[in-house]
C-alpha cells in the first residue's frame, strides 16, 4: 500500500509540476507571439520606407533623364549654330575686300584710259568673291529705296528730298550684308527728311 501511495502522491505531484509548466509555456508562447506582432511591424515600416525611397529615386530618374534630353537638344542647337556662323569672322573681314573692288570698278568705269583687261579682271575677282558668299549664305541688305529700319540699317546723315517720303533709304554709302538670318554688317544710308520750307 505504500508504494501505491508515493505513486499515487508521485501522479498527485506530476500534474501540479505540468500545470506549472504550461503556465510557463503559455507566457513564452505568448512573449513569441508579441515579439512576432513586433517583428511584423517593423518590416511594413521598412517596406514602407523602402518603396517611399523607390518612388523618390524613380523621381529623380525621371528629373535627371529629362534634364538629359534637354542638355542633349541644347548641345546640338549649340553645335548647329556654330558650324552655321563659324565663318563669320572670315567674311567680315573679307567684307573690306568685297567694298574696295566695286569701288575700284565703278571708279574706272568712266575712265577710257584705264585698260579694261585690268577692270575686267577685278571685276571676275569680285564675282568669285561674291560666289562664296553665296555658298556661305552671305546676301546683301536691300536698302535704297526701302523704309529706314533700324534693325539693318545705319543712318550717317539726313538730307531733304522731295522725291521721296521721309524716312526712306536714298543713298547707300556701304552695303549691308546679312549671314543666313544674323546681320553681320548694318548698311551704312543716308534717309531722307521732308524739306522744310
Not at 571676275?124 to 555658298?135: D, G, Y
Request: proline share 4%; hydrophobic share 35%; glycine share 4%.
Amino acid at each position: 500500500m505504500e508504494t501505491r501511495e508515493i505513486r499515487s502522491l508521485g501522479k498527485t505531484a506530476n500534474p501540479d509540476e505540468k500545470a506549472v509548466k504550461e503556465e510557463n509555456s503559455d507566457e513564452k508562447i505568448g512573449e513569441c507571439v508579441t515579439d512576432q506582432e513586433d517583428e511584423t511591424l517593423e518590416p511594413d515600416e521598412e517596406f514602407e520606407s523602402v518603396r517611399q525611397e523607390a518612388r523618390d529615386n524613380y523621381d529623380r530618374f525621371l528629373r535627371l533623364a529629362a534634364e538629359f534630353e534637354n542638355y542633349k537638344k541644347r548641345a546640338s542647337r549649340e553645335m548647329s549654330e556654330f558650324r552655321k556662323y563659324a565663318n563669320e569672322m572670315i567674311i567680315r573681314a573679307l567684307l573690306p575686300v568685297v567694298d574696295n573692288l566695286e569701288r575700284a570698278i565703278e571708279s574706272s568705269g568712266d575712265d577710257e584710259n584705264i585698260n579694261s583687261c585690268v577692270v575686267a579682271g577685278v571685276g571676275m575677282t569680285l564675282k568669285e568673291i561674291l560666289k562664296v558668299f553665296e555658298q556661305f549664305e552671305v546676301k546683301k541688305v536691300e536698302s535704297f529705296g526701302q523704309p529706314f529700319d533700324p534693325c539693318f540699317h545705319e543712318a550717317v546723315m539726313r538730307e531733304e528730298s522731295d522725291k521721296y517720303p521721309e524716312n526712306t533709304v536714298i543713298k547707300e554709302l556701304q552695303k549691308g550684308y546679312l549671314m543666313h538670318e544674323r546681320l553681320i554688317r548694318p548698311a551704312m544710308v543716308v534717309v531722307s527728311a521732308a524739306k522744310t520750307d
